[in-house]
C-alpha cells in the first residue's frame, strides 16, 4: 500500500453469490493484506434478473469507486500486485502464475452449477414448495419454435429464453407418476452430448399433465444433466486428480510453499481449491501428505485462520 499520507483507501466491493467458489481467492487477499471492503452476497433467486447488469454476465465482480473489474484471476492478480503474495522477482511471478493456471485450469474442468445459473435458478429441484407443485418450462429455441416431435433439444437453447410458470398437483404421488411416464418417452439424441434428448411418442403432447412438449423436454433435461455432471465430477476425482496431485506434490518437494521461501496466492489457491475438491472426495489426499501440509500452513496463517472462523459456512 502507499505510504502518501494523502492517500485514501479506495472503496472495494466484491459480488459474487453465497459461496466460496470463483470470489474465496479475493477474500482471502483481502483478509491477508488487511483491506477493507463490501462482500456482498447475491442470491441465486435473484441472480437471472441482474444478470445482465454485470459486465459479460458474469461474477465475481469488484466494484472500486464504482469501476467494475471482471475475473477473478485477473483481480487476484490487481490486489497482488507489487506485493510479495505475487512473488518477489518477476520470475518467482511467473511461477506463482503458471501453479494458478494449472490448479484454474483443471478446476475449470467441472460441470460447476455456477456456469449455468439461468439453469439452476430454474431447476424444479430449487423451487421451494416443491411438494404442491411442478415448476414446467415453456421453451422457445433462438433458432426455430418447438413443434413436432423429432427434435433434439440443446441446452444452450433452453438457457437463452426459459420462461416458466406453475402447474399446480393434487400430490406429490401425482407428480412423481407424470415425471416416470415422461422419462420413459425420451432417449438421448443419436451422435449427441448426454444433454441432448430426442422426444419418441406424440403420447406427451396429449397428457393431460404435460401438454407442451417443450415445457417437459426441460424438465427432463434437468434430470439428463444431473446424471451427466455426476458422471463427469466422478471422472474427474478418479482418473483425472491423482495425476494433477502427483505433480504438485512433485513440483513442490520438501519446500515449505509453492514457490520462493514466503507464501503467495499460489499457495492460497491450492488450499481453496484443494477444500473444494475434498468436500467431493474427502480421501483424496490421504496419500499426499506434503500437500496436506502446505494446506494446515496457509489455514495457520493468522489473518487466514480468522477470516475461515468468521465466514459463512457454505458447502462450495
Not at 467441472?110 to 421451494?128: G, M, N, R, T
Amino acid at each position: 500500500m502507499s505510504c502518501d499520507r494523502n492517500y485514501i483507501m479506495p472503496n472495494y466491493k466484491l459480488m459474487y453469490f453465497n459461496m466460496r467458489g470463483r470470489a474465496e481467492i479475493i477474500r482471502y487477499i483481502f483478509a491477508y493484506l488487511d483491506i477493507k471492503y463490501e462482500d456482498h452476497r447475491i442470491e441465486q433467486a435473484d441472480w437471472p434478473e441482474i444478470k445482465s447488469t454485470f459486465p459479460f454476465g458474469k461474477i465475481p465482480i469488484l466494484e472500486i469507486d464504482g469501476l467494475k473489474l471482471h475475473q477473478s484471476l485477473a483481480i487476484a492478480r490487481y490486489l497482488t500486485k507489487n506485493t510479495d503474495l505475487a512473488g518477489k522477482t518477476e520470475l518467482e511471478q511467473c511461477q506463482v502464475d503458471a501453479i494458478v493456471d494449472t490448479l484454474d485450469d483443471f478446476m475449470s474442468r467441472f460441470p460447476w452449477a455456477e456456469k449455468k445459473q439461468d439453469i439452476k435458478a430454474l431447476d424444479p429441484c430449487c423451487v421451494s414448495g416443491r411438494r404442491a407443485k411442478l415448476l414446467q418450462h415453456h421453451v422457445q429455441c433462438c433458432s426455430a419454435p418447438l413443434h413436432g416431435l423429432s427434435q433434439s433439444v440443446p441446452l444452450s437453447s433452453c438457457e437463452t429464453s426459459a420462461l416458466y410458470r406453475h402447474a399446480h398437483f393434487a400430490d406429490e404421488e401425482t407428480e412423481k407418476r407424470v415425471a416416470a411416464e415422461v422419462t420413459q418417452q425420451v432417449r438421448p439424441a443419436q451422435n449427441s452430448q448426454p444433454h441432448h434428448l430426442h422426444i419418441l411418442s406424440p403420447k406427451l403432447v396429449t397428457h393431460p399433465k404435460a401438454s407442451i412438449w417443450g415445457e417437459t423436454v426441460v424438465i427432463l433435461i434437468f434430470q439428463n444433466v444431473r446424471l451427466y455432471r455426476k458422471q463427469t465430477f466422478n471422472e474427474l476425482l478418479t482418473y483425472d486428480a491423482p495425476q494433477l496431485l502427483q505433480d504438485l506434490e512433485a513440483y513442490l518437494g520438501e519446500r515449505e510453499w509453492f514457490i520462493g521461501n514466503s507464501v503467495t496466492w499460489a499457495d492460497f489457491y491450492w488450499e481453496i481449491c484443494s477444500t473444494t475438491l475434498l468436500v467431493l472426495k474427502p480421501d483424496l489426499l490421504d496419500t499426499h501428505r506434503r500437500l496436506v501440509m502446505l494446506r494446515k500452513k496457509v489455514q495457520a496463517i493468522p489473518a487466514i485462520a480468522d477470516w475461515i472462523q468468521r465466514r459463512p459456512q457454505t458447502k462450495l
